[in-house]
């Protein structure tokens, strides 16, 4: 008999868990777009956006996902012909590149697996071997959401200080902004992307691009950017409508003001420690079910290589399926499939999930999904090691 009857939870990498707070703020009617309350709320939001991402840069606010995002980096970034070097560890950074090169930008890729942080000296040596500064940007995510690895970009930064190479930096913060410290200005980035419906805690449909005065200059008169990309007008309007280039999201910026008030009213450091110690007892809670069966295993192996938003991890086909499928069925919480690890035809594709513990998430929710998965293991027979939940509840009490 199912015991999922209750408040389900979405512990997938986004969208992720939507606050009531949030929900509320946005049910409403239509407000007017030409005067009034909602032009005093946005005028408060770049701020607030600005202190997310550790930055006084510009901000550019578009509707639509993290697709899109990319594509508005891309766009402002690049003109035809230029070249980019893009770091993968997984499968965003590809697929960045790959919209980068469908726009006609000339696209290097360094693919560190799918495992491990990049080798920053592999970095420094390809913008070394770079002696005629081609290479216009490097672009690389904070956290890939596939594979969970954490790119270090203050080392990134300074691989690229070490080869004196002018290249401007990007980070895809999708996965990873209001869950992972990240601090723009004080790490050297140029440009940031990240969308609503992760760290942010807002349904999907807001795209942002942060960009530094350097990298306004140095892109200006690109052949990309079309009206509606343009980041410019975005930044600076002249009229309430240019922020979007049309008319205003209005529901989401009433989601969007109640989310930030909810990370500022807990403190952004606060914030990145909260994601911080549950990521810990998600990945004590694996280390303990791995010791007695080695199948399972988190997919990288290094902590200090690891998001604090998003786990991903193996068990042997098909026991993560199986898995997935007991903890919504029988209990109400919904694991994220494994993504880019194998096709979804291939029989492996049923060894991996994700564990997503990724903004409105606290003890009780993280604790909560790993007791429950912990349940369908023993119903599916699946092997496992001793005492994983409580380790997970030592994690938990060490860091409240
Ligand atoms: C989710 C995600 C994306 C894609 O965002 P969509 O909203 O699905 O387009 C890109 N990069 C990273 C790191 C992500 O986590």
């Known amino acids: 008999m199912s015991l999922a009857h209750g408040r389900p939870y979405l512990a997938i990498p986004g969208p992720s868990t939507m606050p009531d ?15 009034g309350g909602l032009i005093e709320l946005v005028a408060g939001l770049w701020p607030d956006l600005r ?3 550790g930055t006084a840069a510009h901000v550019a606010m578009y509707i639509g996902n993290g697709h899109a995002a990319w594509e508005a980096a891309n766009a402002n970034l690049f003109s035809r012909g230029d070249k ?6 997984g499968q965003f950074g590809l697929s960045w ?16 697996g799918k495992a491990v942080a990049p080798d920053m000296g592999r970095v420094e040596a390809a913008l070394r071997a770079d002696t005629g500064h081609r290479i216009k940007a490097v672009l690389t995510t904070q956290v890939d959401t596939a594979s969970s690895v954490k790119t270090d970009i203050p080392a990134l930064r300074a691989a690229m200080d070490a080869a004196g190479h002018p290249a401007l930096l990007a ?66 309007p002249v009229e309430f ?10 529901h989401h910026l009433y989601g969007l003001r109640e989310a930030l008030d909810m990370i500022n009213e807990e403190g952004l450091a606060q914030v990145w420690h909260r994601h911080r110690v549950l990521a810990g007892a998600v990945w004590a809670t694996f280390d303990a079910w791995s ?8 997919n990288v192996a290094d902590p200090g290589a690891r998001g604090w938003s998003v786990t991903a991890a193996r068990m042997g086909a098909p026991h993560a399926t199986r898995l997935r499928t007991w903890t919504e069925k029988q209990a109400g919480v919904t694991l994220g499939i494994g993504l880019g690890m194998a096709a979804s035809d291939d ?54």
């Open 84 to 89: 980019a070097l893009v770091l993968a560890v």
């Open 347 to 400: 029989p492996a594709y049923h060894g991996f999930l994700r564990v997503a513990h990724m903004g409105h998430v606290n003890a009780h929710m993280t604790l909560g999904a790993l007791a429950v998965m912990e349940a369908g293991m023993v119903a599916l027979d699946i092997p496992h090691g001793q005492g994983a939940l409580a380790a997970a509840a030592k994690v938990v009490a060490a860091g409240a």
């Open 51 to 53: 202190r997310v991402a």
């Open 171 to 236: 980070v895809d913060c999708i996965a990873s902004l209001g869950c992972d410290e990240y601090r723009m200005d004080e790490w050297g980035v140029d440009v940031t992307v990240a969308a609503s419906q992760k760290g942010l805690m807002t349904p999907p449909g807001l795209a942002f691009v942060w960009f530094s005065e350097e990298a306004r200059m140095r892109c200006k008169g690109g052949d990309l950017a079309t009206p509606y990309w343009a980041w410019g007008p975005r930044a600076e």
């Open 291 to 298: 010791a007695g069966n080695p199948a399972i295993a988190m």
């Open 21 to 35: 707070r949030v929900l509320q703020a946005m049910h409403r009617g239509s407000p007017n777009i030409y005067e």
């Open 97 to 112: 590149a790959n919209s980068a090169r469908a726009m006609g930008v000339d696209v290097e890729v360094l693919d560190f």
């Open 241 to 250: 409508w240019q922020y979007w280039d049309g008319t205003a999201p209005t």
